[in-house]
């Protein structure tokens, strides 16, 4: 899975609590808790990462 940059904490995580997600974007999406980092990442291809963030924007 290729990343273009390292993670980063997803700008949809809310405030300064402990439930937000890690992110690393690339052709593929990478997308992992941040609270247990070494455990199961998920995998987006970017088209299907980019939809999933324009309806989250519409709602």
């Known amino acids: 899975m290729t990343t273009s940059c ?3 904490k ?3 995580s809310g405030g ?5 997600v890690e992110v ?10 941040t ?4 455990l199961a ?3 987006f291809p970017a088209v299907e990462w980019r ?3 324009a ?3 519409f709602l």
């Open 55 to 57: 309806d989250i924007d």
């Open 51 to 53: 939809a999933l963030l």
């Open 35 to 38: 609270q247990h980092p070494n």
């Open 6 to 8: 390292g993670w980063h």
């Open 24 to 33: 690393a974007e690339g052709r593929t999406t990478l997308v992992r808790d």
């Open 10 to 12: 997803s700008s949809y």
């Open 16 to 20: 300064n609590n402990n439930n937000c």
């Open 41 to 43: 990442t998920l995998a």
